[in-house]
Structure formats: C-alpha cells, structure tokens
C-alpha cells in the first residue's frame, strides 16, 4: 500500500498498550486482536467438544431401536451439544470476528473499554468451564439447550446439571451484555475522522447493531436463569406448577431471549457476506442503504416475533394471529439482503475463491432455511411439524448452512490479515465440497424425517419404512462433515508453518483493516488514509472508475492472464 497517500500525522499508541512476549502477551492482553483470536480459537474448541456431543448422537440414531446410548446419557449430550454450540460457538466466534476487525475496520486503536473487552473474554471462558463442570459434579444437565423447568425437575434430572446450566449461561451473558455495550460505544465514538455512520463498512454496522441485540435479548435470559435458580435452591416457586407458578411464564421470558438470539447469531454472518461478495465480485454493495435499513428493522422486528416458538402451548387464536403476523414480516428484509447480494454479484467480474464458494453456498442455504422457516409462520404447519424432525433441519440450515457457512467465508477472508499467511487454496477446495456435500447429506433429508413423522428430541425410535435408512444416510453425512472440519484444521495449521506469506491487501479490498501490515501491529495503524466514501483504499488506488477499467482492459495484463492460464 505505499503508493497510497496517507494522512501526514501518525496514529500514536494507547498508553497502556505494549509488546509483550510469552504466555502473558495473551493472559493480561488488553489488545482487541489477541482477544478477538481469543475468542475465534476458545469457540473452535467447544465446536469440536459440540461435534464430538453431535457425532455420539447420530451413532445411537444411526440404526431403529439403538442401544448405544442411555436415554439419559443420550439427553444430556443433547442438551450440551445445544447449549455448546449456541452459546459456546456460533455466537463467540461472531463476537470474536467482531471485536477484531471493528477497530481496524472504523480506523480506531482498540475497543472503546479494553478492560472490559477482556472481562467479556474471559466471563465467557470461565462461563463455559463452568457449564462442562457439570459432567464432573456426576449429572450434565438433560432438558434441552432451552432447559424447560418441566423437563429439568425430578424424576426427569435428579442432580445440579441445571443449577451448573443456569449459572455457566449467566456468567457468559453477562459477558456477552459488556461485549455489546462495548461494541456500540467503539462504533459511536472512535470511527475514523470523515467516517460518518453511514460509511462504515457493512460488517461493522452489523456488529453495532449486533450490540443492541446483545443488551436488548441477555437480560430476558439472565433474568429467567435468575428465578430458575431461586426455584431449584431457594423454594421459590416462579415456574414451579405445584407451588402456584406458571411453566408458561418460563417459555414466554426464555423464546423473549431465544429468538433475538437467532439474529445475534446471524447479522455479523450477514456482514461478512456483504464483505466477501463485493470484492471478489468486484463491485460496491448493491443498495447499502437498504441493507443497512433492513438490518435495523431485523433488530426492532425480533424481539415481536418469539411466540411462534410457542404455537403449540395453546395461546390462543390472537397470540398466534400476531405473532404469525410478524414472523412472516421478518422475513421481508431478510429477502432484502439476499436479492442485494445477488444483485452485487449480478454483471460482476466474479473471483471463485474459496472464500467466494462458501458465500454463494450461503446463499443457497440459508435461503433453503429461510424458506422453511416462513412455513413455521403459518400456524396449521407449524402444529404439524414444530415437534418433528423437520424443525430440526430447519435450524440447522439457518445455523450451519447460514452462519457457518457465513464464518467459513469471513475465515478465509481475513486469514491473511489476521496471519500474514494465505489459506491454501487447494485443501480450501476440499474443505468447501466435503462441508457442502456432508451437511446436506445429514441434514436435508431430515426434512423428509419430519414430514413422515419422525419426532424430535428422542433417542431412538421404532424400525418404521425408510426411516433407518434415512438416519443412516443423516450419520454418514455428519461424519463426512466432521472429517471436513479436520481438512480444514489441516489447512489452518499448515498454512501457519510455510503458507504463501500475504501482503496488506492480497485480495484488493477497499475497507481501512486493508490499510495496515498483515497482521497489524499492536496499534492498528501508523497513518490512516483520508476517508472521503464507503471504499476508501478504493477511492485512493482508482480516483475514479475509468482509472480501475483501463488497468481491467490492459493487454499485457489479459496477456499474462492467458499465459497464466495456459500454464
């Protein structure tokens, strides 16, 4: 990047950051990027706990009538593998992404409070510790990552994996409600001079209004944890039926929380993609506008949509006219997002890259899962289907085939600025098609399972036609996807020994984290380049569009192109 001209007066270090070496440059770290590493390899470690969870689940439900697992041991690998990869995995892999690149994307130093971007880190550490201790105490808790109180009082669960529950989940939330705090001060208050909130690049808007989501949706579920735990240890009696409370009341606060947490695990997937599709195909986001719009009326559209997690509790007919109502709305600008990054794609000068492969893959699941999420909307179906099979595909879709996905592409990303080394390319290939062919084969023939019959939520089931080949089929394709997440690990790690070294801008990208070394240092950035639009390394190599065209249509470059490609 030396040829672009940079704003004369340097960038100088925060006080309190400095070079430290050994084991405690990553324990005492204040410094957004070693906390947001932090948080993206801590997840990659509870996904792999929550795959192992899913892959002793899909053995005892490979064969009709297994005996492999207990049903007790079979619901609380259930529950765990939920709990861990909801609270444990999607949701701090996207904060850890967030918290790395929302300085260096906004021009800033660090995180608005880097002491308590610490705290976040380290409250969702211990948080999950917390949780897995739970198999130590003799009894994981066994009612489902949503932990209904019927489903978690004896005779069903007769030790503390509850009480470890509630109080591993509400040590993370409270960290998760400081990471938001965080998240939208640092966005408010130290973007780069000449960045206006409209300027900022998309993956950094979906993060600051990730941050709302975070303080508007955990108080619903720490509060819920809260009269959890004073019913199990203090004989209080909020959701206890035989004491005069009322188990509804725990659906209504917990489904408050779960469903704006569906969102808080899917807008930074969102904003990765609005990275990634624009500079490998080569054109600015179609209608940033209407994408940034469509993700503030997500968050405002969320929190009204919960009940239809409830359609089957007998409401009754206003309850589910509404909430019905508003679960088909969400999905209109959710559809905003999908037809603007096909149309940023429409015309371009597409780059298949790995990283490009996963997002269109995105594209093509996530819209699977959308789709049959808008059934759920619909209250007749969703009587038919909500405690089946089908349910069960459907989430999978918008988490896996939506968010992972999603991670997948952002990783490949922003591996080279974050490592300094490129991602092979050719185990990326391999990666990509065994994550595709191995998450369909396990889950889109579970929609089948639902609509035949199948329910959720049982450790076996009887030797009924087509059933046990199709779960057969489901546990061979979760174990091609595990062997895909090994592929990947492969890459990583050998990228990291003698990977292609990366410059600062290997993908010619246009947002600030472009602008500094791969990996930065410690302060983010030396100078910053005046900031007059949305692109501004863009704005600065190509002053204007005919500049980028002529180097496009150049014959010695399109020469070399054909050599290249003949080669």
Known sequence: ???????????????????????????????????????ILTSVFFLLV????????????????????????????????????????????????????LPLQIGARDMAFPRLNSMSYWLFLFGG???????VSGSAPQGGWFNYPTLSEKPYETGLGSDYWALGLAVTGIGSVAGGINFIVTALTLRAPGMRLTQMPMFSWTVFINGFLLIGALPFLNAALAMLLADRQLGAHFFRVQGGGDSTLYQH??????????????????????????????KPLFGYSFVAGSTVAILFLSFGVYAHHMFTADLGPVWNFFFGAASALIAVPTGVKIFTWIATMWGGKIRFTTSMMFATSFLILFTIGGITGVTFAIVPIDWQTHNSYYVVAHMHYV???????????????????MTGRMLSEKWGKWHFWLTFIGFNATFFIQHILGIIGMPRRVYTYPDL????????????????????????????VISLIKGERASDNPWDAWTLEWATTSPPPIHNFDQLPPIKGRRPLWDLKYPNDQDWMRKENDPMKNGEKRRSSEE
């Open 1 to 39: 990047m030396s040829d672009i001209p940079l704003v004369p007066e340097p960038v100088k270090p925060l006080p309190f950051l400095s070079e430290k070496e050994g084991l405690l440059s990553w324990v005492a770290t204040v410094d957004h990027k070693l906390l947001g590493i932090l948080y």
């Open 50 to 101: 929550g795959g192992i969870e899913a892959l002793f689940m899909r053995i005892q439900l490979g064969t009709p009538q297994n005996t492999f697992l207990s049903p007790t041991a079979y619901n609380q690998l259930f529950t765990m593998h939920g709990t861990t990869m909801i609270f444990l995995a999607v949701m701090p892999v996207l904060i850890g992404f967030g918290v790395y690149f």
């Open 129 to 135: 510790l917390l949780l897995y201790y739970s198999f």
């Open 253 to 282: 606060i917990f489904w408050a929380f779960g469903h704006p947490e569906v969102y808080i695990m899917v807008l930074p997937a969102f904003g990765m993609l609005s990275e990634v599709i624009p500079v490998f195909s080569r």
């Open 399 to 417: 988490l896996f085939g939506g968010t992972a996905m999603a991670v997948y592409a952002g990783t490949y990303y922003w591996f080279p600025k």
């Open 465 to 492: 036609a087509g059933w046990g080949i199709m779960n057969l089929i489901s546990t061979i394709g979760a174990f091609l996807l595990a062997f895909s997440v090994l592929v990947f690990l492969i890459n990583v």
